[in-house]
Every structure is written in structure tokens, then in C-alpha cells.
């Protein structure tokens, strides 16, 4: 069979023409946004534009940092119970395969222009931008129409798989369609063609997936688009969004120049005795061992033969950490954060999220709205499952509206404390009002038999009073 190695499939103008003729539809996926697409990649893959080896200016990757935190604040705890029918069961364990990974997902989303969520039959394949592009959208913008584009390679061959999901037709004789082409072509083959057509069977993993198909009653895409919820305004027209931190680029930008600025100054500011040469070579044929800080400047260098110079560096350690610390305020506020989200820490010189209190409410607010984005691409994915069952289980068809009723999302809460929760529930305790074998469950870590056999022994061991004064011996 030979050695298969999988592409991360990137939309080429070149061979864009070729895609539009093949299907005869227009891409809605501009030059423009190409570029952004691009650059957002390379700038959270700690990549970004503004390296200058020559100015030792570096990246801290702060931008990838962002997508975690945010990500991690977005998947806290979360959990998704389905209705306890067959088809639910079925839509469990997916559910279950997707929460696996969901806080990557979530980041990679945020640090780009979304990402695509698409049934493959088994489970699901999660599509970054660069390997899909629209061809039809609502007047919300919500994408109707898409094309998939996959490759692969085996020996000198790449393959390419197009696939172009849509609605044809309208009322009661409207249709969901999928079509896939497949093309091969040569490696060293002159041009960025994708190659001249071939049968989906010359390749073993698509040689069941058909080549046209045709469904009825479907009343959305078969595929849903998770997305940053803000405003697309580098191209307005796009269907695409942006990452959590589009606004701040050149906050991104000035926080690496500065990190560059302070690592460099603190790189610069060994001690250093310059003496003239003739000591040194003194001490050479004398065989004396200078300190390491001791260097030697020839005659002429602005040393005479008696003079000796000390650098001293003049660090701006404190100066430094005050411009970071406002770039990273203003990074906070252009990101829908509370303005002290982000903050270089003195002591240990790392920089931190803070924790979310009950008065940032920037951040919850921000945090609950992609939160609800993510609740409706998930919602889109689990009807595209669903239908997706009709087609390759056995299992008992199902209606959606209560299938989709009976889905439960749970959420951890962005304000929890546990040192808080912790005390109040220890309160509860002293009141007689949860047994103490539940506290020590839940916050203690014991099991249910050691937490009671504990409470009954402090129970057997508590000084009895005797009412009239006194306690029983």
C-alpha cells in the first residue's frame, strides 16, 4: 500500500478556479481572508510577523497563551447528559468522544477563525480554516453551503478529496446533497492543479464514501461552525470570525518588543573589568588566573596602560515591568476581559490569568457568550449525528425537538472558590445540618466508608453532657 501521510489541506488561489468550475459555485472565502487566516496561524503558533533575529525581537507566543486561558475558562467542568433512549445512548458516547478533547478544540477556535465540526459516519472530524471554505450563507451569516477539501499521500501520488455540501431546491422537494470528487496528482508535476480526476475506489479510506448522495427531510447542514462571537470587521462580507484576540495585534506585537527589550537588558548586564591587554598577557606568561569578569582591550581602544573600566549595566527592571504590566491591561480590555486579567507577576516573573471574581464582569460575560456559542455549534453537530444514524446504525429513528429537549449542558462556575466553599460547608457542619461523612467526602477526599467510620468514632469519643452541668465519664 505504501507509506500514507495526511496534509493539512491549505485553499491555493492557484488551483481555487479548478475548484469553482469542478462544482460550479462561487467560494466564499476571499483573497483578504486567505491572508488573515494565514497570519492568525502563524501569530498563535508563536510565529508571528514582527520577529526580527536582527533586532533580537522574539515571540513569548502571549497570543496561543490567551487561547488556552480562555479556552479553559470555556470548557470548565463541563459535561453533557443525553435523554436515556437508544438513540440518546448513541449520541452519549459521541458526546463523550468529542468532551475528550474539546478544550483543544475550543483553543484552536478562538486562536483562529473557528472550526468546523463535521459527522465523518463513525464520529467526527474537526476541520480548521484552510481546509473549508463557504458557498452559501443566510442572512445571518450562518453557513448553508461548504465545501471540504482533504488530502493525502501515498508514495509519489497525492489525493484530493472535494466534498460540497448543500441545499438544492425549495419547499417540499428540497434535497441536502452531498457530492465528492476525488483527484490525483504526481509528485514534481509542474503547476498547483490539484491533479486530474480519479475514482473515489483508488483510495482504500474513501472507497466507500459515495460519490453523490441525496437526502430528504434535513433541516440543517449535516456540519456546524464553532466561532469567536465578535464582529468580523477585517472582512465584513465573510462568513469566517476571528480570533478572542483580533483586536489586540498590535498590543501583541509592543508586549514581545518589550519582553525582547527586558530579556535583552538583563542578558547585557554582566559585570565586566575591562584592563589593558599588556595585563593580560602579564598574567598569562605568569601563569595567573584571572577572574572570569576580566577582559582584556587593546592599546588604542580607549585604554591606556594604567587605566582600568568598569561596566556597569543600568537595568530598568522596575520601568520594564510597568509598561508590561499596562500592555497587558490594555490586552485584557480589547480581549472582553476585566481590565486585571493578565498580569506579569514580580516574584516569580511569569505571566499569569488571574482568577475570575464576582466583580469581573467582563469576563463572565464574555466567557458565557462564547459559552453559548459552542452550546449552538454543539447543538448543530448533534443533529448532523443524528442523521448521520438514520444512515449507518440500526437504531430506531428518533425526533430531533426531543431528543434535543432532553440534552442537559453543565457548566462549571467561573466563580467558584474552594477555600469559600469549602467554609461554608464546614459551617453547615457545626450547624447539624450535613453530616460530617458527607464533608469529608466531598472536600477531604476520603471514601464513603473511611468518612463514616471517622464520624462514628468522633461521635463515640465526644464528651457526653449531663444536663444539670457536668460531663458523663
Given at each position: 500500500m505504501g507509506l500514507i501521510n495526511f496534509i493539512k489541506a491549505v485553499w491555493n488561489r492557484l488551483f481555487r478556479r479548478d475548484i469553482e468550475e469542478q462544482f460550479n459555485t462561487d467560494l466564499l472565502y476571499s483573497g483578504e481572508m486567505e491572508k488573515w487566516?494565514?497570519?492568525?496561524?502563524?501569530?498563535?503558533?508563536?510565529?508571528?510577523?514582527?520577529?526580527?533575529?536582527?533586532?533580537?525581537?522574539?515571540?513569548?507566543?502571549?497570543?496561543?497563551?490567551?487561547?488556552?486561558?480562555?479556552?479553559?475558562?470555556?470548557?470548565?467542568?463541563?459535561?453533557?447528559?443525553?435523554?436515556?433512549?437508544?438513540?440518546?445512548?448513541?449520541?452519549?458516547?459521541?458526546?463523550?468522544y468529542i468532551l475528550q478533547v474539546i478544550n483543544d478544540k475550543v483553543s484552536e477556535a478562538l486562536g483562529n477563525c473557528g472550526l468546523m465540526f463535521k459527522p465523518n459516519g463513525a464520529n467526527v472530524d474537526y476541520v480548521e480554516p484552510g481546509g473549508f471554505a463557504p458557498t452559501e450563507i443566510d442572512s445571518n451569516g450562518n453557513i448553508l453551503g461548504c465545501v471540504f477539501q482533504t488530502q493525502l499521500t501515498k508514495g509519489e501520488t497525492t489525493y484530493t478529496r472535494l466534498e460540497w455540501h448543500r441545499f438544492e431546491g425549495e419547499g417540499e422537494g428540497r434535497k441536502y446533497r452531498i457530492t465528492n470528487h476525488c483527484f490525483k496528482k504526481?509528485?514534481?508535476?509542474?503547476?498547483?492543479?490539484?491533479?486530474?480526476?480519479?475514482?473515489?475506489?483508488?483510495?482504500?479510506?474513501?472507497?466507500?464514501?459515495?460519490?453523490?448522495?441525496?437526502?430528504?427531510?434535513?433541516?440543517?447542514?449535516l456540519f456546524?461552525?464553532?466561532?469567536?462571537?465578535?464582529?468580523?470587521?477585517?472582512?465584513?462580507?465573510?462568513?469566517?470570525?476571528?480570533?478572542?484576540?483580533?483586536?489586540?495585534?498590535?498590543?501583541?506585537?509592543?508586549?514581545?518588543?518589550?519582553w525582547s527589550r527586558k530579556k535583552s537588558e538583563v542578558a547585557d548586564s554582566k559585570h565586566i573589568t575591562f584592563v589593558p591587554e599588556s595585563a593580560v598577557m602579564y598574567a598569562d606568561q605568569h601563569r595567573q588566573k584571572l577572574p572570569r569578569f576580566v577582559k582584556g582591550l587593546q592599546m588604542g581602544g580607549g585604554l591606556d596602560s594604567e587605566e582600568v573600566k568598569e561596566?556597569?549595566?543600568?537595568?530598568?527592571?522596575?520601568?520594564?515591568?510597568?509598561?508590561?504590566?499596562?500592555?497587558?491591561?490594555?490586552?485584557?480590555?480589547?480581549?472582553?476581559?476585566?481590565?486585571?486579567?493578565?498580569?506579569?507577576?514580580?516574584?516569580?516573573?511569569?505571566?499569569?490569568?488571574?482568577?475570575?471574581?464576582?466583580?469581573?464582569?467582563?469576563?463572565?460575560?464574555?466567557?458565557?457568550?462564547?459559552?453559548?456559542?459552542?452550546?449552538?455549534?454543539?447543538?448543530?453537530?448533534?443533529?448532523?449525528?443524528?442523521?448521520?444514524?438514520?444512515?449507518?446504525?440500526?437504531?430506531?429513528?428518533?425526533?430531533?425537538?426531543?431528543?434535543?429537549?432532553?440534552?442537559?449542558?453543565n457548566w462549571g462556575d467561573l466563580l467558584y472558590n474552594f477555600d469559600e466553599d469549602r467554609s461554608r460547608w464546614y459551617s453547615y457542619v457545626i450547624a447539624g445540618k450535613v453530616p460530617f461523612?458527607?464533608?469529608?467526602?466531598?472536600?477531604?477526599?476520603?471514601?464513603?466508608?473511611?468518612?463514616?467510620?471517622?464520624?462514628?468514632?468522633?461521635?463515640?469519643?465526644?464528651?457526653?453532657?449531663?444536663?444539670?452541668?457536668?460531663?458523663e465519664e
Open positions: 487566516v494565514d497570519r492568525f496561524t502563524n501569530i498563535t503558533s508563536g510565529r508571528p510577523y514582527w520577529i526580527d533575529p536582527e533586532d533580537d525581537i522574539e515571540s513569548i507566543n502571549f497570543a496561543g497563551f490567551i487561547d488556552d486561558v480562555t479556552a479553559g475558562l470555556v470548557t470548565l467542568d463541563i459535561g453533557i447528559n443525553m435523554p436515556n433512549t437508544p438513540r440518546g445512548q448513541y449520541l452519549q458516547k459521541q458526546a463523550d504526481k509528485s514534481g508535476t509542474p503547476g498547483a492543479s490539484i491533479g486530474e480526476p480519479c475514482a473515489l475506489t483508488e483510495v482504500r479510506e474513501w472507497a466507500e464514501i459515495l460519490p453523490d448522495l441525496s437526502l430528504d427531510n434535513v433541516e440543517r447542514p456546524s461552525y464553532f466561532k469567536n462571537p465578535a464582529p468580523n470587521r477585517l472582512d465584513r462580507y465573510s462568513p469566517l470570525g476571528v480570533p478572542i484576540w483580533h483586536n489586540a495585534i498590535k498590543e501583541l506585537e509592543a508586549l514581545d518588543v518589550a561596566h556597569v549595566a543600568t537595568l530598568l527592571t522596575g520601568d520594564r515591568i510597568a509598561d508590561i504590566n499596562s500592555i497587558l491591561a490594555l490586552i485584557s480590555t480589547k480581549c472582553g476581559f476585566s481590565q486585571g486579567m493578565f498580569v506579569l507577576d514580580e516574584k516569580t516573573g511569569m505571566m499569569t490569568a488571574t482568577q475570575v471574581e464576582a466583580n469581573d464582569q467582563e469576563t463572565v460575560r464574555t466567557i458565557k457568550n462564547i459559552r453559548d456559542q459552542l452550546k449552538h455549534a454543539l447543538n448543530g453537530l448533534f443533529y448532523s449525528l443524528n442523521v448521520m444514524a438514520d444512515l449507518y446504525t440500526d437504531l430506531p429513528a428518533e425526533d430531533w425537538e426531543q431528543l434535543k429537549e432532553g440534552i442537559v449542558y461523612s458527607y464533608f469529608l467526602q466531598k472536600f477531604e477526599g476520603f471514601t464513603e466508608a473511611d468518612a463514616k467510620e471517622l464520624e462514628n468514632q468522633a461521635q463515640v469519643t465526644a464528651p457526653q453532657i449531663i444536663p444539670g452541668g457536668g460531663e
